[in-house]
C-alpha cells in the first residue's frame, strides 16, 4: 500500500510542477521592443571667430609729434646745380610770388605772360669769375612755368658750368631771374697724378734692405733708422726732411 502511495504522490507532485511551468510560460510577457529614432540632422553654419576688441585698439591713438610732410616749396628764390657724372649735371629751383612780382614791376603787369621761362646754361670752365657775359659759350633749354628741376646733358667731362633760370622777352632780351652756383663734371680719363712719395719710400725700402715684398715692414723700419735715412717716429710713409 505505502508503494502505491508514494507513486501517486510522485505523479500529483510532477503534474503540479508541469501546471505551474506552463502557466509561468503562458502569462510571461514579451519584451519591450523600443523603436530607434532616426537622428535628424540639422543644418548648422559656421560662424566667424570673433575675438575681444578692446576700446584703447580700435580709438585711434594721436601721436605726440605728428609726422610731417616735406613741404613742395620753401619760400626761398634759388637755383642749385649739382653733379650726376661726367656727361650730366642736375638743376633745381624755386622762384617765389614775390620775385614774380618784382619781375612785373620792373619791365611791366604783362611781361611775365607774355615772356617764356628758359634754362640757360654756361659752360665756364677756366674761368677765375664769371660775371653773366663772359662765358666760354652757352645752351638755352625751353622749360614751362611749372617746372622747377631738369636734368641737363652738358657731354663735358672735366668742365665747369653755372646755370640761369630766366625769361625770353618778346624783343628776344634774356632776363635773369636766379643764378646757380658752379660746378665742374669729373674726368672719365684715368687720373695722371701718382703718389710719388710712396714710390719713393718703396724705392728706399728695397735698396737698403734688399728685401723682398711681404718682409715684415717693422723689421725694414728698423734697419732703415739704423742707418739714419728714416725719422723716427714716423706713423705712415713721408719725405723725411733734408738737411740743409
Not at 540639422?42 to 575675438?51: D, I, L, Y
Not at 634754362?119 to 633749354?141: K, P, Q, S, W
Not at 628776344?172 to 714710390?199: A, C, H, Q, Y
Request: glycine share 6%; proline share 6%; net charge negative.
Amino acid at each position: 500500500m505505502s508503494f502505491i502511495f508514494n507513486w501517486a504522490l510522485g505523479v500529483v507532485l510532477v503534474l503540479l510542477l508541469l501546471t505551474v511551468f506552463l502557466w509561468s510560460a503562458k502569462n510571461r510577457r514579451k519584451p519591450v521592443q523600443k523603436k530607434l529614432q532616426t537622428p535628424v540632422f540639422q543644418e548648422e553654419f559656421a560662424e566667424e571667430a570673433a575675438f575681444p576688441v578692446s576700446q584703447s585698439e580700435t580709438t585711434p591713438k594721436i601721436s605726440k609729434h605728428p609726422i610731417q610732410e616735406i613741404p613742395w616749396n620753401y619760400g626761398i628764390d634759388r637755383l642749385v646745380l649739382m653733379v650726376r657724372d661726367p656727361n650730366w649735371i642736375y638743376a633745381y629751383w624755386e622762384i617765389t610770388a614775390t620775385k614774380q612780382e618784382e619781375f612785373s614791376c620792373q619791365f611791366g603787369a604783362e611781361a611775365w605772360s607774355t615772356s617764356r621761362p628758359v634754362l640757360r646754361v654756361y659752360d665756364v670752365t677756366g674761368l677765375e669769375y664769371f660775371n653773366g657775359y663772359n662765358a666760354n659759350d652757352y645752351l638755352d633749354i625751353s622749360i614751362n612755368d611749372f617746372t622747377d628741376n631738369w636734368h641737363i646733358e652738358v657731354d663735358r667731362p672735366n668742365s665747369s658750368f653755372c646755370v640761369d633760370v630766366g625769361r625770353v622777352m618778346p624783343d628776344g632780351r634774356f632776363i635773369t631771374i636766379l643764378r646757380s652756383n658752379i660746378v665742374k663734371t669729373p674726368s672719365v680719363s684715368i687720373s695722371n697724378l701718382l703718389d710719388e712719395e710712396w714710390m719713393w719710400i718703396e724705392g728706399i725700402y728695397r735698396s737698403i734692405t734688399k728685401l723682398h715684398i711681404g718682409s715684415s715692414p717693422m723689421i725694414t723700419e728698423e734697419i732703415g733708422q739704423d742707418m739714419g735715412i728714416i725719422p723716427l717716429g714716423i706713423s705712415s710713409p713721408g719725405r723725411p726732411d733734408k738737411e740743409v
